[in-house]
């Protein structure tokens, strides 16, 4: 490993703050969603503009369309948001793992690594692409950090 792959691997670790994994707060898919919301909401306050043009029914049917697809990108659920190491207590050495149960809700478990297997699909990490295409997670057996 050169000196300049050390430094990003440990700009990495660093943006991590003690975790395994974290999961990006604004993902592509979340962006998207934010942009069909943009667009729903300035195709509903220019609709007396767009009316004269278009008619009131196509301008009023794209925005209901964009806000659908807002909603639906928004609509993440079952994702780990974040992984640790547990440093100390009667469960030292296990993996904490929160994952959303919506996108307003969360639950926080606590997984022996003997209990979790995962598939990982990896798209073109030969071209330097730092994303994982895919990743499934099979949980055994757990214990739930709210009791």
Aim: aromatic fraction near 10%; include cysteine.
């Amino acid at each position: 490993m050169n000196k300049q792959e050390a430094l990003d691997q440990a700009a990495d670790f660093a943006s991590l703050k003690g975790a395994v994994f974290r999961r990006r707060a604004l993902t592509p898919r979340r962006f998207k969603g934010l942009g069909a919301f943009a667009a729903s909401y300035g195709l509903y306050s220019y609709m007396p503009y767009l009316a004269v043009y278009l008619g009131s029914t196509i301008p009023m049917v794209t925005a209901c369309f964009a806000g659908l697809y807002g909603l639906i990108a928004f609509a993440e659920n079952q994702l780990v948001n974040e992984i640790r190491v547990v440093d100390s207590g009667e469960h030292q050495g296990k993996l904490a793992i929160n994952f959303a149960l919506s996108p307003f809700v969360s639950q926080d478990i606590i997984v022996d690594a003997r209990d979790i297997k995962s598939v990982v699909a990896l798209g073109d990490e030969e071209l330097g692409e730092d994303v994982n295409d895919g990743n499934v997670a099979l949980i055994t057996k757990y214990i739930n950090k709210a009791g």
